[in-house]
């Protein structure tokens, strides 16, 4: 296990480092100049391409940003005066972090339950319910859903805030805007796993020797058929966690989302830079803890993995 789990350090470590490279290289490569103003005159740009050494050559940028990252420092925004990209991230994480917690919750716990549930009642009532709910998880982007929850249970009848980030009752909105696609991928990918488990030999096996329905289901249906949901687990979790930038603006959360979307207007490298980097190696993390896991649930993929 511990080679298999120094394996999957090596590859993300090596992972991040193409990611800051291709993300560098773009970011120089983005239309326009963070420092191009009416009030600007040649002396002061000369100044601040100086102070943020952009008037080195760019490899030598290149090398002067990875010893940085390797420090911890992501630099200083360009629009945002005297902040630190760190200081940034670390203001705004928080919010997008709770939201993405909050949703994963909603979205994992509700679609195992849609998932077994249409996968135990196939071709009833309720595996009709699941599809439906599936599909439109799948088919309808998380702003509409988003917009439909704050006018029916915002606006309409009055249950719930329909904007800012003050308390409970105001995350609950965002919440299931952000966390419903999840549910849907969940209940889906449960189904079919389900559905595909029950037809193996073990399972007959196991009902042929009289053991409960009820511990048939438990240890050895949902054990093995939630594997494919474990493998979807790793993009969904970073995705989620680190914010969405639509929804953050629709309910007016101060997460990530509104410092890169006006960074990415602002053309502040920086921050664009630094947001994509942090966002970037919170995916490739998250996908090694499940390539982990994964080997922990079925110990025949670290040994392939050797």
Known sequence: ????????????????????????????????????????????????????????PLIEQYFTYLKNLLKGDLGYSMKYK???????????????????????????????VFGITAALNRGKKLDFISIVIAIIGTSVPDFIMGALLQYFFGIKWGLFPVAQYLGFKHTILPAIAVGFYTLAQVSRLMRASMLEVVQQDYIKTAKSKGISSFRVTYKHQIRNAIMPVVTVLG????????????????????????????????????????MTVFYGAFLVIANMIVDILYGLIDPRIRIAGK
Request: hydrophobic share 45%.
């Open 82 to 112: 005297n902040q630190t990209v760190n200081k940034i991230i670390e203001d705004s994480f928080p919010f997008s972090f709770d939201l993405g917690i909050r949703s994963l919750v909603f979205g994992i716990s509700f679609g195992l």
């Open 235 to 274: 993009p969904t979790v970073a995705a989620v966690l680190t914010g969405t930038f639509v929804i953050e603006s629709i309910f007016a959360i101060p997460g990530m989302g509104k410092f890169y979307v006006q960074s990415v207007q602002n053309l502040d490298y920086s921050i664009v830079l630094g």
């Open 1 to 56: 296990m511990g080679k298999y789990i120094i394996k999957r350090l090596g590859i993300s470590l090596a992972t991040i480092l193409v990611l800051v490279t291709v993300v560098f290289i773009l970011v120089r490569l983005m239309p326009g100049d963070p420092f191009t103003s009416d009030k600007m005159t040649p002396e002061i740009k000369a100044n601040l391409e100086k102070y943020y050494g952009f008037d080195k």
